[in-house]
């Protein structure tokens, strides 16, 4: 398994509340891991992340209309949808991502990877850790390129998965 990391800056600065120490406001979501486990006889992919989004689950509901009663409509409850992931990174020589999204179209059976995202606090301790199973690309995009930018080339690569599983530390 691949680990990579990103930036750190402080978490929200605790306060003392009836005596007791309490963080304000949560974590900074700026210090995270990325691992991104080996598919069937494939490398391991090597990327420094700068952004991660898509962390979602959603209830789908469905819309009861009952015969006789105009005033509501019951709503009922239905799956779990969860969304794909996008991780960002600056490009590197090496299109391993965009070796991996061909592949994954090519290839039979599809090369399916375990990915995890950890949270991790100011001291270096794991906060919270989401896995999502057999994750498999379904979007990449390259970077824009622009003759007078001076910023980095940045790619990004979109992940569907077939579930997310937290793990609190």
Known sequence: MATFIE????????????GAQVTAGGFAAN???VGIGKGQGAKEIQ????ELSGLQVEMV????????TNNFVH?????LKVGNITL???LTKSNEFLQWCLAAAL????DRRNVSVALYDQKGNAVVKWNFIRAFPVKWVGPQFTADSTSVAIESVELAHEGLTPDTQ
């Open 61 to 68: 509901l469905t819309d009861y209309e009952e015969g006789g």
């Open 88 to 90: 960002k990174h600056g």
């Open 107 to 110: 290839k039979k059976p599809m």
């Open 31 to 33: 210090r995270f891991y």
């Open 75 to 79: 709503r009922l409850p239905g799956r």
């Open 7 to 18: 930036g750190i800056t402080l978490s929200p600065p605790s306060v003392s509340v009836n």
């Open 47 to 50: 990327a420094v992340f700068t």
